[in-house]
């Protein structure tokens, strides 16, 4: 036994046609935004290197901490500690945008990027092997 299932509902063919559908599509102006966002990162970069805590940055305080963390307790600890400021910080930006979480996020990374022994890093990842 085979279930044939009723036939679809269609309007009939006969008669007078639907009235067609006109769509506008307007659109929208070129936007600035790729000026305004060149501006927003140097600005933000700027301040993050601005010297305005006695003469010490925002990326200069996040440096000398990792340093410290470094020196003291151990390399991992540091990087530990780097990677959660980075992953807070971007966070931030991602999801406000404001000016202020850009500047944070620019004193992040770069005081990751001017504190942290990369190359050791890096030596040993592909090696496994410390200096």
Same mark, same amino acid.
């Given at each position: ?34 000026r305004r ?8 970069? &700027? +301040? =993050?290197?601005?010297? *305005? ?6 990326? @200069? /305080?996040l440096g000398? !901490?990792? %340093?410290? #963390? ?35 996020? &620019? +004193? =992040?990374?770069?005081? *990751? ?6 190359? @050791? /890093?890096?030596?040993? !990842?592909? %090696?496994? #092997?410390?200096?």
């Amino acid at each position: 036994m085979t279930l044939i299932p009723p036939p679809p509902n269609y309007p009939p063919a006969y008669g007078p046609a639907p009235e067609p559908t006109v769509i506008v599509v307007t659109p929208d102006p070129p936007a600035t935004r790729p000026r305004r966002r060149w501006l927003r990162n140097t600005t933000a970069v &700027a +301040a =993050a290197l601005a010297p *305005v805590f006695g003469g010490y940055s925002a990326a @200069t /305080a996040l440096g000398t !901490l990792l %340093t410290t #963390v470094r020196t003291e307790a151990s390399t991992p600890a540091a990087w530990v500690i780097a990677a959660a400021v980075l992953g807070a910080t971007w966070l931030l930006d991602h999801h406000r945008g404001t000016w202020l979480h850009r500047t944070l996020l &620019a +004193a =992040a990374v770069l005081g *990751v990027a001017l504190s942290m022994p990369w190359l @050791t /890093a890096l030596l040993y !990842l592909m %090696t496994g #092997v410390t200096t």
